[in-house]
């Protein structure tokens, strides 16, 4: 089932109508139909608005049956990154990324801590100086 299908199977399930969905995301009855119809690009961040209207994580509306999807994050105007895979394989890399950045986190938490025992060494010293 394709994006738009979902969000169209989802708005029914809470019996909403194309008007108050429309409502819901600030935007023109028009264009929402359209997102529907699959009759024109949904963007990441319309995706977690209307996610967030349905109260649901955007995974779940981004996740295909068996069909390839492709994301690309733009860092900066210079830099950008494009990834392409399926479910399984997103998964797995959504898993390595959280991996590496858990790994990162501590190796900032280590860090701090050497910081702090530098300059409490460094004002141990200071105070020995002055003895």
Do not use: P
């Amino acid at each position: 089932m394709s994006v738009n299908e979902k969000i169209r199977k989802i708005r029914e399930a809470k019996k909403w109508s194309q008007e108050q969905m429309a409502e819901k995301l600030n935007m023109s009855l028009n264009g929402y139909a359209k997102i529907e119809r699959g009759e024109s690009k949904i963007y990441l961040y319309k995706l977690e608005q209307i996610a967030h209207v349905f109260g649901i994580d955007i995974v779940e509306l981004m996740q295909f049956d068996g069909k390839n999807i492709c994301f690309q994050i733009n860092e900066n105007s210079y830099l950008s990154t494009n990834y392409y895979g399926d479910n399984e394989a997103l998964m797995i890399e959504n898993e390595r990324l959280k991996l590496s950045l858990s790994y990162n986190q501590q190796l900032l938490e280590q860090k701090d801590n050497e910081i702090q025992l530098l300059k409490e060494m460094v004002s141990l010293l200071k105070q020995d100086k002055q003895s």
